[in-house]
């Protein structure tokens, strides 16, 4: 307890782009098993903090450290990490379980395993039917399910997940987010982006909100909501959109 290593952690983390400082100064740290609310207004900073921590990124300045390797050393940080981005990469012509087949593959998980493993997601996100079809004939909630389960299938330490439920129906958007609590009993740490604040408020252990690049608020989204001016019946929606105004759009306080 207190000595294990973090799941992540995040030292001065910058990176600019030309006059646009995209994220700025990112200092915290996640402990393993958490899951992780990464809240912010469009255009924040999210994509690109997620982007330099699964090493697809090289920050400008500073640190960070995923399950303790240094996100500037790719070959160490890539096996403990999964990343669904906000296009999931898939190979068209493959199937869905071709293409899970191919990144059980590439993750070296032994064919028996990697078989159980697939088959069991693909029947709980209801894509067994489908799994021998060309991904270029799936709609978009079901290329979604193959980002995701894809993201998880090694079981990574990390799973850094972006807007996980875009495009998925309500019946799959449950079980996205149930299959989201149990990797994390199961001590997964999952980073998760997203715009649909009950999904975080439902999941999250800690939100981090960024807001014009920097970090602007941390802490559990039950605390977050509870500081809300809206008080005690505060939601953690209330927290967000009070946290990123702008201070020229922010009402006048009466005196
Ligand atoms: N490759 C790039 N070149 C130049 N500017 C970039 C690049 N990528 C991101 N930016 C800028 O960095 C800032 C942060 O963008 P980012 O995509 O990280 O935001 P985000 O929080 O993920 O937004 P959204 O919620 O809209 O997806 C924006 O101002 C964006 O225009």
Avoid: C, W
């Amino acid at each position: 307890m207190g000595t294990e290593t973090p799941a992540i952690e995040m030292a001065g983390l910058t990176k600019r782009y030309d006059d646009t400082t995209a994220v700025s100064d990112v200092t915290t740290t996640i402990d393993a098993g958490t899951v992780y609310g990464f809240l912010g207004p469009n255009g924040a900073g999210k994509t690109t903090t997620m982007k330099m921590l699964t090493t697809l990124v090289r920050p400008t300045s500073g640190t960070a450290h995923v399950a303790g390797n240094p996100i500037t050393d790719r070959e160490s940080v890539t096996p403990h990490i999964g990343y669904l981005p906000e296009e999931p990469p898939l190979y068209e012509e493959l199937s869905g379980r071709e293409q899970l087949e191919y990144v059980a593959g590439l993750r070296e998980l032994p064919t028996d395993e990697a078989t159980d493993r697939i088959e069991r997601m693909l029947d709980r996100f209801d894509l067994a039917e489908d799994a021998d079809k060309r991904i270029s004939d799936y709609s978009k909630g079901m290329r979604q399910k193959v980002g995701v389960i894809q993201a998880v299938l090694h079981r990574p330490a990390v799973a850094f997940l972006d807007e996980p439920t875009s495009g998925l129906d309500p019946r799959a958007a449950r079980t996205m987010r149930d299959t989201i609590a149990e990797l994390a009993d199961q001590e997964m740490t999952i980073f998760l982006s997203t715009h649909i604040l009950p999904v975080v408020a439902e999941l999250a252990d800690e939100v981090g909100v960024i807001h014009g690049g920097e970090l602007v608020a941390e802490g559990h989204p039950d605390k977050l909501a509870a500081e809300a001016e809206a008080g005690a019946g505060g939601t953690l929606e209330d927290a967000f959109l009070e946290i990123t105004q702008d201070p020229e759009e922010a009402a006048p306080r009466a005196e």
